[in-house]
T-cell receptor, first 115, second 115 residues
Framework: AQKITQTQPGMFVQEKEAVTLDCTYD???????LFWYKQPSSGEMIFLIY??????QNATEGRYSLNFQKARKSANLVISASQLGDSAMYFC????????????FGKGTTLSVSS | NAGVTQTPKFQVLKTGQSMTLQCAQD?????MYWYRQDPGMGLRLIYY???????DKGEVPNGYNVSRLNKREFSLRLESAAPSQTSVYFC??????????????FGDGTRLSIL
């Protein structure tokens, strides 16, 4: 079974609109962390935001926020006021506490922002 | 502010050739990782090194070897390249393997084609 599922291969949004990128995860470890990365067409991986499993509040970083619903095991990324530069591939990833190895990545969602 | 530096950026090999991908980080991080990225697959862990002197297999280690040369450097070697190893390779580092909140910092990737 996949540990990280991103069900939206592609999303399209207009500038200045908000967009939600979905991510569900599967773990039996009570202690874990969830990450979102952005990969523009140039190829580098850019860290956006982190949510810990024990964090009481949803994480926010500028225009990025994480809609964390622990019971549903979802960690959706919300981008407010989209910009053309937000067009990229977005990856959700998880690090499990017990395993302590490395990040487990989803397959990604391609976001296209149009003017 | 170099961060994680990978060399080379591009490489074309013939089947059966060997080569070493180099990675160095200047952030004094303890942990380093090698991932491969294939279309539609997200990033998959090849090997990681929790600290200087230790290495462990990830999800897809077959056909690869690694060396943690010192705290800064972590190299990935393909002893006998196969077309199935055509991929984009990313090196990453983080402060501590078991610190769930620390993001991994990625290099810009190496695009490797094996003919």
């Amino acid at each position: 079974a996949q540990k990280i599922t991103q069900t939206q291969p592609g999303m399209f949004v207009q500038e200045k609109e908000a967009v939600t990128l979905d991510c569900t995860y599967d773990t039996s470890d009570p202690s874990y962390g969830l990450f979102w990365y952005k990969q523009p067409s140039s190829g580098e991986m850019i860290f956006l935001i982190y949510q810990g499993s024990y964090d009481q509040q949803n994480a926010t970083e500028g225009r990025y926020s994480l809609n964390f619903q622990k019971a549903r095991k979802s960690a959706n990324l919300v981008i407010s006021a989209s910009q053309l530069g937000d067009s990229a591939m977005y990856f959700c990833a998880m690090r499990e506490g017990q395993a302590g190895t490395a990040l487990i990545f989803g397959k990604g969602t391609t976001l296209s922002v149009s003017s | 502010n170099a961060g994680v530096t990978q060399t080379p950026k591009f490489q074309v090999l013939k089947t059966g050739q060997s080569m070493t991908l180099q990675c160095a980080q200047d952030m004094n991080h303890n942990s380093m990782y090698w991932y491969r990225q294939d279309p539609g697959m997200g990033l998959r862990l090849i090997y990681y090194s929790a600290s200087e002197g230790t290495t462990d297999k990830g999800e897809v280690p077959n056909g690869y070897n690694v060396s943690r040369l010192n705290k800064r450097e972590f190299s990935l070697r393909l002893e006998s390249a196969a077309p199935s190893q055509t991929s984009v390779y990313f090196c990453a580092s983080s402060e501590a393997l078991r610190d769930r909140g620390q993001p991994q910092h990625f290099g810009d990737g190496t695009r490797l084609s094996i003919l």
